[in-house]
Structures are given as C-alpha cells and as structure tokens.
C-alpha cells in the first residue's frame, strides 16, 4: 500500500511564502510524474506544477515566476516553493504521484489527502 502524506500549508498573508513538501511511503518499485494540484473553492481542481524523474518541470500560467518545483528522488518527496503569494491561490493543494509499486505493475496515479492553503489580503 503507497500513503502520499504533505505538510507546510498554512495561512499567510499577500506577498508571503510557503513550503509544501510531500513524502511518498510504502510499496514503491518507481515514480515517475509528481506534482501538485489546487481545488480553489468553486473552481475545479487544477494543476499548479508536475516534475519528472528526469527533472523536468510543468507550471501552470498563473504560477510561473512565483511557485518551484523540486523533487529528492532518494526520499520520494516532492517539495513546492511558494512564493510572492496572493489571495487567489488560496485553496487545497493536493500531492500526486504516477508509480509503480512492484516491477511488474503499470503505472497508477495516487493522491495525498491535501493541505490547505489561505492567503489573505
């Protein structure tokens, strides 16, 4: 069984930051995509930002220039570097991972349970 567990939400106010972090535990052959998404209330869920393995990253156009995405592949952890904060990126953030718990197993997305973030103005 895989557990996806985050940490670091918060309430801050506009211009502030915050640090996400999300460890990956249990039956884990390989990760390969891992990201964040944000369900603001009455909007649908959305991607903020993704990295491969390989390094390679994703943000969403609301988020460039302000939010980071970086990964410690030894750990299974995948951190998000919120920065220069404003009040629409209130909402909770949700860790996901696509992996593979044994070598035979396809790839299969698992979700953390989420961390609320509130910025206020």
């Known amino acids: 069984q895989v557990q996806l567990v985050e940490s670091g939400g918060g309430s801050v106010q506009a211009g502030g930051s915050l640090r996400l972090s999300c460890a990956a535990s249990g039956s884990i052959f390989r990760i390969n995509l891992m990201g964040w998404y944000r369900h603001a209330p009455g909007k649908q869920r959305e991607l903020v930002a993704a990295?491969?393995?390989?390094?390679?990253?994703n943000y969403a156009d609301s988020v460039k220039g302000r939010f980071t995405i970086a990964r410690d592949n030894a750990k299974n952890t995948v951190y998000l570097q919120m920065n220069s904060l404003k009040p629409e990126d209130t909402g909770v953030y949700y860790c996901?991972?696509?992996?593979?718990?044994?070598?035979?197993?396809?790839?299969?997305?698992?979700w953390g349970p989420g961390t609320q973030v509130t910025v206020s103005s």
């Open positions: 990295i491969t393995s390989a390094g390679s990253t």
């Open positions: 996901a991972a696509d992996l593979r718990a044994t070598y035979s197993a396809t790839y299969s997305r698992h």
